[in-house]
């Protein structure tokens, strides 16, 4: 049985940083793509970064350059630095896998493709 759970998440001030891991229990996550999502109240889920299982890494733009997405293979876990968090980077973020390869540039932000998903972790930046 495949199970992700996410971690990490809480109350931070703007400016500051959170680093979110998502676990697998049931999967070995090296042969995945590795997505991060959030969803924010009343808007639909983005796609946040993703990582493959050849360690090629795709952000956002509105996240680009503050987010880093990493995989630790020892443990089994794919991480999510968040730094210069803003208060619209509040959201539930759930981390989501995929079998496969994506066919174009822009279809991992579609979220009907991947297979499992965590119960999601509430990310909150206010001050």
């Known amino acids: 049985q495949v199970q992700l759970v996410e971690s990490g998440g809480g109350l931070v001030q703007p400016g500051g940083s959170l680093r979110l891991s998502c676990a697998a229990t049931g999967v070995t996550l090296d042969y995945y793509v590795i997505a991060w999502f959030r969803q924010a109240p009343g808007k639909e889920r983005e796609g946040v970064s993703y990582i493959t299982s050849s360690d090629i890494k795709a952000y956002a733009d509105s996240v680009k350059g503050r987010f880093t997405i990493s995989r630790d293979s020892s443990k089994n876990t794919v991480s999510l630095q968040m730094n210069s968090l803003k208060p619209e980077d509040t959201a539930v973020y759930y981390c989501?896998?995929?079998?496969?390869?994506?066919?174009?540039?822009?279809?991992?932000?579609?979220?009907?493709?991947?297979?499992?998903w965590g119960q999601g972790t509430q990310v909150t930046v206010s001050s």
């Open positions: 989501a896998s995929f079998l496969g390869a994506f066919t174009n540039a822009a279809v991992w932000k579609t979220p009907q493709i991947y297979d499992f």
